[in-house]
């Protein structure tokens, strides 16, 4: 057990903490991961979805799959992993939640300071005059939407090959370099730029301890990685 009571330790004496999460962190909320075992790329392809292009031959496909994600996370709630991470917020001076997911699910279970580095599935925007919207009915009630300006809009998403928004990439890799704790929970690590920000966090002197069902590249180099669910890990981790 010495190896969860130094993680502890070090998140309990931490001035700075930032976490990095991904799609494990919603699993035990019923909200599919990716990768792994029942991922959605196992279903469906990526390129066929989640691409400018794929939106560009058929709007309406692709809106359909994210109405049917929509709707699954607007029935999902928040879990112990989620409240873990908002409990932990209120304890430290400094504390940055970067996610790369879309979910909404870290504002509903209380985080406040959460970063997006891929958007968010809430937020609908206008291919042609850029006016965003958030829009929280789902179903939609017209698929594909459209805007005040007669145009179709998008999801508020990072579709593959587009760039991140530079504001929260920047407000994400500042609150990295800064950590003296580092967390990484939920995510196969395999996505860049954001997956980047794992070893960025070691060379900058943060201790980095990973929460995750499965081993990631980083793990063997991490200070802790622990094996199995965020829900049942972080409370673990931040309990006073
Ligand atoms: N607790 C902790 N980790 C879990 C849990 C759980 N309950 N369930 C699954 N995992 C782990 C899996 O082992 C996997 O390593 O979460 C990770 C999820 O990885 P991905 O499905 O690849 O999701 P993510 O890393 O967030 O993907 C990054 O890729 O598809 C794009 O834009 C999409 O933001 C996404 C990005």
């Known amino acids: 057990m010495r190896s969860v009571n130094d993680a ?21 909320s019923g909200i599919p991961t990716f990768r792994g075992a029942g991922g959605l790329w196992k279903q469906f ?5 989640a691409t400018p292009e794929a939106f560009e031959r058929g709007p309406k496909l692709v809106w359909e799959w994210y109405d049917w994600r929509r709707t699954l996370i607007a029935a999902a709630q928040p879990n112990a992993g989620h409240l873990a991470l908002a409990a932990l917020e209120k ?21 406040r300071n959460v970063v997006k580095l891929h958007g968010d599935l809430w937020t609908l925007r206008c291919t042609v005059c850029g006016r965003e919207k958030r829009e929280e009915r789902a179903p939609l009630p017209e698929l594909p939407p459209h805007c005040g300006c007669g145009a179709l809009m998008r999801p508020g998403v990072v579709w ?27 995510t196969s690590a395999v996505v860049y730029p954001a997956a980047g920000l794992v070893p960025l966090a070691k060379t900058c002197g943060a201790r980095v301890i990973e929460c995750n069902m499965e081993e ?8 802790r ?6 829900g049942e890990l972080l409370p673990q981790l931040i309990a006073s």
């Open 91 to 111: 304890t430290k001076p400094r504390f940055t939640l970067v996610t790369q997911n879309v979910d909404g699910l870290h504002e509903r279970a209380g985080s």
């Open 225 to 230: 990685a622990f094996r199995g669910a965020a």
């Open 160 to 186: 593959f090959g587009e760039m991140l928004p530079r504001a929260a990439w920047e407000q994400a890799e500042q609150a990295t370099r800064a950590a003296d704790v580092f967390l990484v929970v939920g």
């Open 8 to 28: 502890r330790k070090w998140i309990r004496e931490a001035e700075a903490i930032t976490v990095l999460t991904g799609a494990g962190i919603s699993a035990e």
């Open 45 to 49: 392809r990526p390129e066929d979805l």
């Open 216 to 223: 990631t590249p980083f793990s063997a180099e991490l200070d």
